[in-house]
């Protein structure tokens, strides 16, 4: 964070690319009852193997809260 601002990694950008926006232009889906927690006997270990499964995922409200930039170059 800097400045009041926040950044984030993304791997679907090309090298110098910037997407900048704000939050109040997507909406986070979570799937209700979620995390579900999976139980199973593990007769290898003898044990019980426990999983917790999960979905988000995130819609563009307005996709005009968000722009690509690349660095200024004169």
Do not use: C, W
Not at 18 to 44: F, K
């Amino acid at each position: 964070s800097l400045n009041g601002f926040q950044f984030r990694i993304g791997k679907t950008l090309a090298t110098g690319q910037v997407l900048v926006g704000s939050r109040a232009g997507a909406t986070a889906l979570e799937l209700p009852g979620v995390p579900v927690r999976a139980e199973a006997p593990d007769l290898v270990k003898g044990g019980l193997d426990v999983n917790y499964y999960g979905a988000l995922g995130v819609a563009v409200t307005d996709p005009e809260a968000f722009a690509l930039v690349t660095p200024y170059t004169p």
